[in-house]
């Protein structure tokens, strides 16, 4: 049978394209044309290894494409089918588009070969046909084929991935149907009155791909291509850029570390819905890099993966969403045809963050311990080796020890997500340590930084480090809610009057850093006389009004970041997600806002904060702060009758009273026992502690 005259004679010739064939020809979703075996570097293909091909391909539901060439004009019509289970040179298809233009006009084609896809490649097959119907094409597989590389990169179809893509104030809704690392093919519709003629493919477009209601790449594109129609067209698009900004640039970027055994990298592609497996050159807390194939990449800059799992050589593994930030081509000629792709973290949830960065640092330096179950006797000993408890702080414990020793407990050993802990520590001794705790809604504690003296202990040091690598490679995290971070510390206290105390004199900006002093004094309801406060004063829970008054008073004497951080002002004054976060662990946690009053002027704020004893050994978490806005009228006794009617609504016998200003102490002649600067510092401003950091301490690394 020849190749040419497949069908009866009684076939009538018509040189008419029809319906049938003008739609076969212009379906979208298949080759224009045949692989040209001569244009494309081709593989010699046994028999056998074509019938796995096949067999594979309907194992999967995969189509072939069956070709034919209109003998007038020279065109390809291309054809969709299904390949049946095939044990030998004969093979059954079985039609999925209407093959009618076909059957009905048989002296107008003559059939060409058959095309079946596999990856960056389609084999390429010159069967003999033994029969054509309606329903499936019979066919005699040759002894051999040939697998022609169609293109230097593969495309990838998408599954149900609808796009947008805007010019100009020009709407136009579609599909995506396919994608590779470097572009991606979109059907795009018109409804009227709109016409493609809106459209200026000279110009970039804004596209936004979108699953349902997740957002998974937005960005400037190119058309490169398009195809022709009235109602619906297709277009490629190319991305503008190759390296995408998903942050505002660092100059103190987090550190990035070679693990042993490589973690990889697992998802599955929210285009293509297949499960990806890459290897990770470099991971660091806030993201990570990998290698993929130019061939087979499926990275497209501005990708995002809302269900990514970092795997790691013990088995273990975390996950986070995350986004592709570049893709560029790797230069080293060892790694030719490469791809080195970053992917930014833009969420994880805080306990398995801590499992990376404590991984990481460990890489870093073997003695750096993030978070570790600690023994606790050791911590303890630690605690009163190095003086951190000093007989007048031991004083105070002693009275709550067994209720400190429960707390420590919980923070130490049961990895609470609001606690942080950074310890050096060497052959099991514990040389340094610092912590972290979580007490406003988006602020974080800076406290009990302590280390053994030697001369060759930069243990103390270490630990700043650490927390510092902590507080960059975190903060942007949603589930780590840092937007600030804070410390309490003594003036004459050299070391950290030196480092925080001279890292807010170098950045010079209040709006940044800032330093807020505060006078300090232990109240004892039993020590006081129970006096009332005097006619015309009244005490009661402050309003919107009385922290508006608050936050221009402070913005105007202060200028700095207290108001924002301790949640005092009048839009962000609720801190239930933090109260419900110790609740969580079984730990207290609660704050109150009160205003005081003179003939209904505001004199002075007052927050309480309570949280258990011992939370922070000099139990400033657990304290009244008298926060003064005018001084006229008020007067020690007013604060000591304020106090009391506080305490007796709390149940409260003792607490550490800051007020501030701290000169406010003086005159008011409230007694006062030592002074505290409150340090704080923006998350917007890291670049500028750490350059002061790095100046003063050479080694440190961020």
């Known amino acids: 049978m020849e190749r040419a005259n497949l069908y009866s004679d009684t076939a009538q010739a018509d040189t008419a394209v029809s319906p049938n064939e003008k739609?076969?020809?212009?379906?979208?979703?298949?080759?224009?044309?045949?692989?040209?075996?001569?244009?494309?570097?081709?593989?010699?293909?046994?028999?056998?290894?074509?019938?796995?091909?096949?067999?594979?391909?309907n194992f999967l539901d995969k189509s072939i494409f069956v070709n034919f060439q209109h003998k007038r004009y020279h065109r390809t019509l291309s054809i969709k089918a299904s390949p049946l289970p095939c044990q030998d040179n004969r093979l059954t298809c079985r039609w999925q588009q209407d093959a009618g233009g076909i059957i009905d006009h048989p002296d107008d084609f003559c059939f060409q070969n058959i095309l079946i896809p596999d990856g960056k490649r389609f084999i390429v097959a010159a069967p003999d046909v033994l029969e054509i119907n309606n329903e499936t094409i019979r066919l005699i597989l040759p002894e051999t084929c040939s697998a022609a590389e169609a293109r230097s990169t593969r495309r990838h179809r998408c599954m149900d991935i609808n796009v947008y893509v805007t010019q100009n104030g020009a709407l136009f809704y579609g599909s995506m149907l396919d994608f590779s690392a470097f572009s991606f093919r979109v059907k795009a519709r018109t409804t009227p009155p709109q016409t493609f003629e809106w459209m200026d493919i000279d110009l970039p477009v804004n596209v936004i791909l979108f699953d349902?209601?997740?957002?998974?790449?937005?960005?400037?594109?190119?058309?490169?291509?398009?195809?022709?129609?009235?109602?619906?067209?297709?277009?490629?698009?190319?991305?503008?850029?190759?390296?995408?900004?998903?942050?505002?640039?660092?100059?103190?970027?987090?550190?990035?570390?070679?693990?042993?055994?490589?973690p990889t990298i697992s998802f599955v592609h929210p285009f293509s819905k297949k499960q990806i497996h890459l290897e990770v050159m470099d991971l660091s807390g806030s993201g990570l890099a990998v290698r993929e194939e130019v061939s087979h990449a499926v990275l497209l800059p501005g990708l995002i993966i809302p269900d990514l799992q970092i795997c790691f050589g013990d088995g273990s593994h975390v996950t986070c969403a995350a986004q592709v930030v570049y893709s560029l081509s790797i230069e080293d000629a060892e790694q030719a045809g490469m791809l080195r792709c970053g992917i930014a973290i833009l969420e994880m949830p805080a306990d398995e963050h801590i499992k990376v960065l404590s991984l990481i640092q460990q890489t870093g330096n073997k003695n750096s311990y993030l978070c570790h179950r600690v023994n606790l006797d050791d911590l303890w000993n630690f605690f009163f080796e190095t003086g951190f408890i000093y007989p007048q702080k031991y004083e105070f414990i002693e009275k709550n020890k067994v209720r400190i020793k429960a707390t420590y407990k919980k923070l130490y050993t049961e990895s609470p997500e609001i606690a942080r802990h950074f310890i050096h520590q060497r052959n099991g001794l514990i040389l340094?340590?610092?912590?972290?705790?979580?007490?406003?809604?988006?602020?974080?504690?800076?406290?009990?930084?302590?280390?053994?003296?030697?001369?060759?202990?930069?243990?103390?040091?270490?630990?700043?480090?650490?927390i510092g690598s902590f507080i960059n490679d975190s903060h942007r995290l949603n589930s780590i809610k840092m937007n600030y971070v804070f410390c309490y510390y003594r003036p004459e206290n050299k070391f950290p009057n030196h480092v925080f105390g001279g890292a807010a004199k170098h950045?010079?900006?209040?709006?940044?850093?800032?330093?807020?002093?505060?006078?300090?004094?232990?109240?004892?309801?039993?020590?006081?006389?129970?006096?009332?406060?005097?006619?015309?004063?009244?005490?009661?829970?402050?309003?919107?009004?009385?922290?508006?008054?608050?936050?221009?008073?402070?913005?105007?004497?202060?200028?700095?970041?207290?108001?924002?951080?301790?949640?005092?002002?009048?839009?962000?004054?609720?801190?239930?997600?933090?109260?419900?976060?110790?609740?969580?662990?079984?730990?207290?946690?609660?704050?109150?806002?009160?205003?005081?009053?003179?003939?209904?002027?505001?004199?002075?704020?007052?927050?309480?904060?309570?949280?258990?004893?011992?939370?922070?050994?000099?139990?400033?978490?657990?304290?009244a702060k008298f926060i003064i806005l005018k001084h006229e009228g008020l007067s020690y006794p007013i604060i000591q009758a304020s106090l009391v009617e506080l305490f007796n609504r709390f149940h409260l016998d003792e607490l550490p009273v800051l007020t501030y200003p701290a000169q406010s102490a003086e005159r008011l002649k409230v007694p006062t026992e030592k002074t505290y600067n409150l340090w704080i510092l923006s998350m917007n401003h890291t670049d500028d502690y750490f350059r002061y950091l790095k100046r003063l301490l050479k080694f440190i690394k961020h």
């Open 23 to 57: 739609k076969l020809i212009s379906t979208p979703s298949t080759p224009a044309s045949p692989v040209s075996e001569d244009a494309c570097k081709t593989k010699p293909i046994s028999q056998r290894q074509l019938i796995d091909k096949l067999n594979y391909s």
């Open 212 to 262: 349902g209601s997740r957002t998974l790449y937005s960005g400037e594109c190119r058309v490169i291509k398009q195809t022709h129609g009235h109602k619906s067209q297709e277009w490629i698009l190319k991305p503008a850029r190759r390296h995408i900004r998903r942050f505002r640039p660092k100059e103190f970027r987090s550190t990035r570390q070679k693990m042993v055994p490589l």
């Open 432 to 466: 340094a340590h610092m912590a972290m705790v979580r007490f406003y809604e988006n602020a974080w504690l800076i406290h009990h930084h302590a280390a053994i003296r030697s001369s060759t202990n930069r243990g103390g040091l270490a630990v700043l480090n650490q």
């Open 507 to 623: 950045i010079q900006n209040p709006g940044g850093c800032s330093i807020d002093r505060f006078s300090y004094f232990h109240f004892r309801k039993s020590e006081q006389s129970a006096n009332p406060l005097p006619a015309g004063w009244h005490l009661a829970p402050v309003t919107e009004s009385d922290l508006r008054d608050l936050e221009c008073h402070y913005e105007e004497h202060s200028g700095g970041l207290m108001i924002h951080a301790l949640d005092l002002g009048a839009d962000n004054h609720d801190i239930r997600e933090t109260e419900a976060a110790f609740d969580q662990i079984g730990l207290v946690r609660s704050r109150h806002l009160y205003s005081i009053k003179m003939a209904g002027e505001l004199k002075a704020v007052i927050m309480i904060d309570i949280a258990d004893i011992g939370l922070n050994m000099s139990d400033l978490t657990n304290s």
